[in-house]
């Protein structure tokens, strides 16, 4: 199987006489739906391979490679759905890829070379940026589409590069309590806002937000990495809990006191750092 095979089935399902009804009525606007499900439930995959302990890795392979699979359907479909309009080919997409790693890691294909990874980020930011001379922006090129929280990190990393950037760290950390310290003027010891006030808490909590952003920027550290990670724990760590609690034999934590729900918890936390510890391993 080569991946023109594969064309050639992508094809046969878009033919407008003997294709899939439902494939061959796609465009590229009604599958942006599926291309952003495929990636994400792609974003799992790679999670569970990177996670999983060795009995289970030969499964979290497989669940990748089928995710994987998925994705490069989107990308086929899209590159299929342009040569039928005549825009490009699924060849000039792997064509432009192959060229732009070559051009922009001349430390690999050409003569230059680099330090470490902060070196080869430098060179990527100002080969591109040679590239998209034209822009307007230093913003563009920055999808509108991506999670708030990913779109703020590459905003931060584009602002940072023009040396709008802090001196010292500890400002960061003084920044971030100064905009906690705005949002609770405008919400503490409320029990419900005016749309005013709304309006004026939800400003106050994206600034929080961005500078969080960049509090993980200063460390290197992607923030919706991060959060998505904090995200699989925390529902992790709630299903043990629930287990814990059914063992125990009661049916619903509404049945128990904030201190006994804390216990659970604690009892939750042991239990996954216990399982972490053997997937480490």
Known sequence: ???????????????????????????????????????????????????????????????????????????????????????????????YINEKMIRRNPHVFSDASVKNTDEVDNNWEKIKKEEKKNRKSIFEGIPKELPSLARA????????????????????????????????????????????????????LGDILFTVVNLARWFKIDPEEALRKTNNKFTNRFDIMMDIVKES??????????????EFWQKAKHKQNEELKHVSK
């Open 1 to 95: 199987m080569s991946i023109e095979d594969f064309k050639n089935t992508v094809a046969a399902l878009r033919n407008q006489e003997k294709g899939c009804p439902w494939v061959k009525t796609q465009t590229h606007s009604s599958l942006k739906r599926y291309l952003l499900e495929e990636l994400y439930e792609c974003l799992e995959a790679v999670d569970e391979v990177e996670e999983a302990n060795p009995e289970k890795q030969k499964i979290a392979n497989h669940t990748l490679k089928e995710e994987l699979g998925d994705v490069l359907l989107q990308v086929m479909l899209h590159s299929e759905i342009a040569e039928e309009r005549g825009a490009f080919k699924f060849s000039d997409v792997v064509d």
């Open 153 to 204: 990190w590459k905003i931060s990393k584009k602002a940072v590069r023009e040396s709008f950037e802090w001196d010292e760290e500890r400002k960061l950390y003084e920044q971030l309590q100064s905009e906690i310290e705005e949002f609770k003027e405008v919400s503490f010891a409320k029990e419900e806002l005016s749309k005013s006030e709304k309006d004026a808490a939800e400003l106050e």
């Open 249 to 262: 034999g009661s049916s619903s934590l509404k049945e128990h006191s904030p201190t006994e729900l804390q």
